[in-house]
T-cell receptor, first 114, second 110 residues
Framework: NAGVMQNPRHLVRRRGQEARLRCSPM?????VYWYRQLPEEGLKFMVY????????ESGMPKERFSAEFPKEGPSILRIQQVVRGDSAAYFC????????????FGPGTRLTVT | TQLLEQSPQFLSIQEGENLTVYCNSS?????LQWYRQEPGEGPVLLVT?????EVKKLKRLTFQFGDARKDSSLHITAAQPGDTGLYLC??????????FGDGTTLTVKP
């Protein structure tokens, strides 16, 4: 009964490097969501993807951030030229469909930019 | 922009006490979900409420969705130290986008 998997769980990058965060949805789920969480805050929506399509990227910063969910393989959240302000926990969730379908979260990737 | 406000932000109580956490918005949602998150982990879904006025019970937890589907409450009876965590509400739009509140950090002291 594999849930949503994310790797790595912890990622340390120096300023200017690239960070790649991976998310494998639950079996049978084709909808993936990415969220960012700062300490003691709620989750902020970043992007919603379906296989090979970006459905809603209204929460994504305009620069340096990109996301994809290819036909085969995990969803990738990519952050180029990381800055200290990118340090946060990044969570991925998956669902069977959109609307009232429930989202199930992975354990998150904690990104630290030094 | 849809916003969800949770109150209180922090709550510290003694074991055995009752508590209520609120989630309010000016927007209407297709459904509303409550999650519990422990440090270092992802949120875990507790319940989904869909119908205005709906009440769901999960052991000592009672969830209510407002008649207008804009607000919700979570009531915990006889809180236990194991209830400690961050409680998040999330409103889901018809397009599947979830808007999260900033959460209520609950600490239950033995």
């Amino acid at each position: 009964n594999a849930g949503v998997m994310q790797n790595p769980r912890h990622l340390v990058r120096r300023r200017g490097q690239e960070a790649r965060l991976r998310c494998s949805p639950m079996k049978g789920h084709s909808h993936v969501y990415w969220y960012r969480q700062l300490p003691e805050e709620g989750l902020k929506f970043m992007v919603y993807l379906q296989k090979e399509n970006i459905i809603d990227e209204s929460g994504m910063p305009k620069e340096r951030f990109s996301a994809e969910f290819p036909k085969e393989g995990p969803s990738i959240l990519r952050i180029q030229q990381v800055v200290r302000g990118d340090s946060a926990a990044y969570f991925c969730a998956s669902s069977l469909g959109q609307g009232v379908y429930e989202q199930y979260f992975g354990p998150g990737t904690r990104l630290t930019v030094t | 922009t849809q916003l969800l406000e949770q109150s209180p932000q922090f709550l510290s109580i003694q074991e055995g006490e009752n508590l209520t956490v609120y989630c309010n918005s000016s927007s209407v949602f297709s459904s509303l979900q409550w999650y519990r998150q422990e440090p270092g982990e992802g949120p875990v879904l507790l319940v989904t409420v869909v119908t205005g006025g709906e009440v769901k019970k999960l052991k000592r937890l009672t969830f209510q969705f407002g008649d207008a589907r804009k607000d919700s409450s979570l009531h915990i009876t006889a809180a236990q130290p194991g209830d400690t965590g961050l409680y998040l509400c999330a409103g889901v739009s018809g397009l599947g986008k979830s808007t999260f509140g900033d959460g209520t950090t609950l600490t239950v002291k033995p």
